[in-house]
T-cell receptor, first 113, second 113 residues
């Protein structure tokens, strides 16, 4: 079934460790996004990529980095995890670059202790 | 992007039409109205979007007032699986340069058996 695959589903991570959340889509969408969702704060955009080879900062980019080496993959890296990065992370993609109709993955629950 | 206002929660009897309102009084002429929903612990799901005309698809209908300052999402025959948080989002339509999709807190719709 076409869509977005995120891995891992959940992860417990010690503070200070490096972690990469994986996101792969098979819809050949140009644009991809990473959001985090926290209780009471809703969904907030971390980073985005309008097309392979380009990335941009969203609303809460600090502590995160992304790369977009090809159309299908958009990994999110936490270089040195901190407890405030405990959250549910959603990857999304869209055909248009302007983030209108998004398709979301099932999320990664990350706990940083 | 224009700010939206939604009621925090609503109930609807199973089999009845669920009407979810959204106010967006500061909407600009080039801004679209998008609706998404998020079923517990899943990624958000696109439902429908429109500019000024009413829209209908297999999931729902979107009614936008003539002055475009408010809209209503209609689920014609609600089922228990429609229990979710529904987000009304107003943003400039599909184009590069406006990558942030602001979800807000949405309306928690509960379908009552």
């Amino acid at each position: 079934i076409a869509g977005i695959t995120q891995a891992p589903t959940s992860q417990i991570l010690a503070a200070g460790r490096r972690m990469t959340l994986r996101c792969t889509q098979d819809m050949r969408h140009n644009a991809m996004y990473w959001y985090r969702q926290d209780l009471g704060l809703g969904l907030r955009l971390i980073h985005y990529s309008n097309t392979a080879g380009t990335t941009g900062k969203g609303e809460v980019p600090d502590g995160y980095s992304v790369s977009r080496a090809n159309t299908d993959d958009f990994p999110l890296t936490l270089a040195s995890a901190v407890p405030s990065q405990t959250s549910v992370y959603f990857c999304a993609s869209s055909e248009e670059g302007g983030a209108g109709k998004l398709f979301f993955g099932s999320g990664t629950q990350l706990s940083v202790l | 992007d224009a700010k939206t206002t939604q009621p925090p929660s609503m109930d609807c009897a199973e089999g009845r039409a669920a009407n979810l309102p959204c106010n967006h009084s500061t909407i600009s002429g080039n801004e679209y109205v998008y609706w998404y929903r998020q079923i517990h612990s899943q990624g958000p799901q696109y439902i429908i979007h429109g500019l000024k005309n009413n829209e209908t698809n297999e999931m729902a209908s979107l009614i936008i007032t003539e002055d475009r300052k408010s809209s209503t999402l209609i689920l014609p025959h609600a089922t228990l699986r429609d229990t979710a948080v529904y987000y009304c989002i107003v943003r400039v339509g599909p184009n590069f340069g406006n990558e942030k999709l602001t979800f807000g807190t949405g309306t928690r719709l509960t379908i009552i058996p």
